[in-house]
């Protein structure tokens, strides 16, 4: 399954992993930093594998299933990013008067 998320809902970030906050929710989860890749500047996608089991960042306990329905919202309303390369700028060929060049 694949979630996208902000920069502002990640709480805290060990360097192995990162603490991610659920939409709309004070519930958080830990998921490591190798199922996370950058989507755009301020946005992530997080990866959980079906058999990922979440480990809670606060008391209430979560699952899966919370986290994708959380997410699900999120995921529909960021448009795919565009590989689109703009054409190259040829350069002008411009000439100097001979009254300009020593």
């Known amino acids: 399954m694949r979630i996208i998320f902000n920069d502002s809902q990640v709480k805290y970030d060990t360097g192995k992993a990162s603490l991610i906050k659920l939409p709309h929710s004070m519930k958080t989860f ?29 008391s209430r306990p979560i699952t899966i299933d919370e986290i994708e329905m959380a997410f699900e919202k999120e995921s529909a309303v960021l448009p795919d990013i565009s590989t689109h390369k703009p054409d190259p700028i040829k350069p002008v060929n411009t000439q100097a008067d001979d009254d300009l060049k020593r």
């Open 30 to 58: 830990w998921l490591p930093n190798a199922l996370i890749s950058v989507h755009t500047e301020h946005t992530y996608v997080g990866y959980l594998p079906r058999l990922f089991t979440p480990t809670s960042g606060t």
